[in-house]
Structures are given as structure tokens and as C-alpha cells.
């Protein structure tokens, strides 16, 4: 095991903004390790240091309050400076998607009014190819002779002094932005305030099993809230974090080992990945508490190999990115083959300060227990909105401090089994794919007259996403050619693994697709549809 001893640290409960995350750890333990990432170690104290330098630079590049500074690379240190400097003076980060199109980039940095781009040298390429009229400023990490005449981070950084601007924010104030795509085709940024993302690490920590001696695998994107968000709980409880570029099983088989993990979160696409790998019959596990997965289904026997595998706690989680983890069913509940097996089938009950109801959608009046609605939250984790789009806000937060999830379920016994989607999201390894971009990529093709996309069951990937094609009259379209097409217009997660052929899409009377129809032979006898 290879990790530097860590000062203590009292469980931070007055932390309630993310500049105070590392103000506080940065000043109390600045030797103790924060993250290691391909070899090297980096410290609260250097980060709360260089989080000021970048604080400075920000205010001297005209970024103001409120203002959206965006990170675009693979998983790497520099992004946490970055959140944390921008937090300083009350700016908002906004991590990119990094396996978008360039089109689709430029969308959300054009909506977002970005003014300074942080980049990996690894798509200066896609950034030639975007159009941004507010960018003002770009950094390139790395070393000079990849940054292609723009300045890198670590020498504009250099430049400014490691002076914390004593900028304060409050609860309310929005730190953090992710964008989500929209049922219309179109991104939504989601607003996730201070109190949403930091707060409510109190009750968090204590399910997850985290504290200052935990060392935390940050594995996932951190453009997602379960990778970003995940690694600041794990700071702010004072906790050290391993960080991976990428999902790599060999190497995370490896890093579990020699790191001495004992904390991570997992899409069930990638708990499936580790346990094929040949390595994981013979791996060192010991080290792991607890895994948190969700955000996808998992079948019985995948979970059941795991927890044989890793020898540990397991934590499942619901959430969506416009409301972090709202549910929880803790290790007492993980009881295959037991009295309490069924409620595997669920996604748990309510986190502390989290509410929920299930609500008629035609009626809007809240339903009993074991009848299925739309799943309600409200708790503190709620999003503070979607920006620049007033009536999706109004649609989604109807009032009294409710989120309309867009999924539906049932209530009983105080847990929550999902059952489908109201909005017809798929999920797919974790990533949220909306069929209306889908088929607005699709529409297009000079073969295709009608189409309807639909998630379908994956044993890797939970759902994968199949296109339901209505050919033109007189053609005879190639399906690796329409995969081809899409392909060529989005991110290739999004695009169809298949697709198959119709006389005619089945509609309601007036004119919307199925899909509950469309996707029922796919899903016939299957339990748990969503997680």
C-alpha cells in the first residue's frame, strides 16, 4: 500500500459552501493528500494555494460573479483547482461532456456565455471547429508544445499571487453547473447551488462510509455529478482520492490494490467490467468498506458476484443530475436469497432531509402506496433551475420545493421501486441519452420516413439504444449505414447498437408514438426496468 500518512481531521459538519471545502482542509491539514493521480501526490495545501492563484487570474481575465468558467479534458487534477478557484469568487465551473460532437460543445460554451475554456490538449482539435463569441480566454494543460500558441494553465497560473481573494458565497448560490440533454434535442444546464452540492454531505458521508482515513476512487467522468460530486464529498470529509484518466478495469483491478481503496462509486456497466476481467479472480480487494452504485439497472446476479468479489459494503443510490442522491438502500437491505431479497428490486428510501411522493400526472393529486406515478423529490439537493430556460424550470419545479423526477414508481414501505420512464430517457452505462436528439439526427437520412428510438436490455450497458425504422417507399436502407449516419452527427454513445424495421409506427390518437408499445417485446419478463 502506497499512501502518505494523513493529519486527522474532525468530521467538518460547518462546511457548507464548496470555497470553504478547501479553505478549511487547506489550512487544518495542508500536508495531508487530497488526490493521486499517475504517480504523483497533491496536498490540500497546494491546492488551496493554487485554487487562489486561480482565483486571481479569473477576476484579472474580467471573470465576474455568477460568471461560467468550463473545463473540457479527460479525468484530471487540474479540474479540482479549477472548482475550487472559481468557487473563491463566486464563479460557476461547468465541466463538458468530452464525448460530444464539436457541434454539440459548441452549444453548451455558446449557451453558457463562456469566457474562459480550460482544455486538454486532446480536443484543441474539436475547439478549431467550434464557433464561441464570448470565449475569451483559453488554457491548455499540459506543457507548452501541445498548447498551440495559447497559454497553459500552469504558466498563466504562475503569474498571479496565491492571495485568497476572500470572496464569499452563499448557500443559495450557484457553484456548479451540468448539462443535461433535453427531451426537445437541446442541452439543459442544470444550476446546482452551494446548499445542494455541499450541504448535504453531512448525512451523505455517514451512509457512504466516508471519513479523513478513506481513500476514494474518483473512476467516473468529471463532467457527471457522481464523478466530480463524489470526489468533493470525499473532501470534504478531509478524505484522500485516487484518481483514474479514464475507466480502465486493469488498472483499477491494480490501483485498488497498491492505493489500499476503500471507497467508490460505481455504474453497474462498470462493476460488470471488473468482475469479467481476468484479473478479478485473483485481485486484492481487502482494502474496499464500501461501493455505492447505481444510475442503471443491476441484475441479482451481478450484484450477488460482487459482493462475493469485493468483500464489502454495498450502497445503492438514485439520483438525477437536477437532484443528487435522493434514495439509499444501505448493506442491511443487501440480502440476496433472504426475507428482505425483494427490496433489492427497489432503489431504497429517502435520504435523511429528502422527501417523496408519487403523484398522478393527469390529476397531479399524490397517490397511495403500491400505485404507480411520477416520482416527486424535495430535499435540500434540488436544482436551483435550468439556465436561461424559464419554462423548463416552471415544468420541472412546480412549487413548494418539489422536482418532478420524470421517472415513475411506487412507494412501499418506505422504499422506492421504479418502474419506467415518464420522459422515455435511456440509460445507458450511466450515460442519459433522450431519444427526441436521437431521432432529430436520424430524420435526416434520405431512406428514412419515420423513426422512433427506444432503450433496449444490455448486458454490459443496462440499456443500448435501438432505432425503429419506417423506410422510405422504394428503399431498402442499410442499418450499419444509418449507425454510420448518426454516428457522424452525435456522440456515439447516443447512436443506435441496432435497428430494426416497421410498416408503420404505432401512435395514439393524437399522433405520439408509442413507446411503451415498442419497447414491450424487448423488455417482456424483466422486473426492474430503471434504477
Known sequence: ??????????????????????????????????????????????????????????????????????????NTPEYFPLLFGAAKINAVTLAVNWRLAPLEMQYILDHAEVGVLVIGPEFLGHLAQMDLPHLRKVLVIGPIDQAQGHDTLQEWMSRFPATDPGVESTLDDVCYQLYTSGTTGLPKGVDVSNRALVQQMVNRCEVW???????????????????????VAGMWCGADSVLLRDIDPAQMIEVIASEGVTNAIMVPAVIQMLLNHTGAATADFSSFRNIVYGAAPITEDVLVRAMETFGCDFVAGYGL?????????????????????????????????????????????????????????????VMTGYAKRPEDTAAA??????????????????????????????????ENVYPAEVENALMPHPEILDVAVIGIPDDKWGETVKAIVVARPGTDPDPSEIIDFCRSRLAHFKCPTSVDFLDVLPRNPSGKVLKTELREPYWAGLQRRIH
Not at 462510509?209 to 470526489?231: K, Y
Not at 413548494?400 to 414501505?413: K, Q, V
Request: proline content about 7%; glycine content about 10%; some cysteine.
Open 1 to 74: 500500500m502506497n499512501r502518505p500518512a494523513q493529519p486527522t481531521a474532525a468530521r467538518p459538519t460547518q462546511l457548507h459552501t464548496l470555497a470553504q471545502v478547501i479553505r478549511y482542509h487547506g489550512r487544518t491539514r495542508p500536508t495531508a493528500s487530497v488526490m493521486r493521480f499517475e504517480g504523483r501526490s497533491h496536498t490540500y495545501g497546494e491546492w488551496d494555494e493554487e485554487s487562489n492563484r486561480i482565483a486571481q487570474g479569473l477576476l484579472a481575465e474580467g471573470v465576474v460573479a455568477t460568471e461560467r468558467v468550463a473545463f473540457l479534458a479527460h
Open 209 to 231: 462510509q466516508f471519513d479523513a482515513d478513506s481513500v476514494n476512487l474518483v473512476c467516473l467522468p468529471l463532467f457527471h455529478i457522481a464523478g466530480s460530486g463524489w470526489a
Open 321 to 381: 443530475t437536477e437532484h443528487a442522491t435522493a434514495t439509499y438502500l444501505p448493506r442491511e437491505d443487501h440480502d440476496p436469497g433472504g426475507p428482505r431479497a425483494h427490496l433489492l428490486r427497489s432503489v431504497g428510501k429517502p435520504v435523511p432531509e429528502v422527501e417523496i411522493k408519487i403523484v398522478d400526472t393527469a390529476t397531479l393529486d399524490e397517490l397511495p402506496d403500491g400505485e404507480v406515478g411520477e416520482v416527486w423529490l424535495r430535499g435540500p439537493q
Open 397 to 430: 419545479l412546480p412549487g413548494d420545493g418539489w422536482l418532478r423526477t420524470g421517472d415513475a414508481g411506487y412507494l412501499e414501505e418506505g422504499y422506492l421501486f421504479l418502474k419506467d420512464r415518464v420522459k422515455d430517457m435511456i440509460i445507458s452505462g450511466g
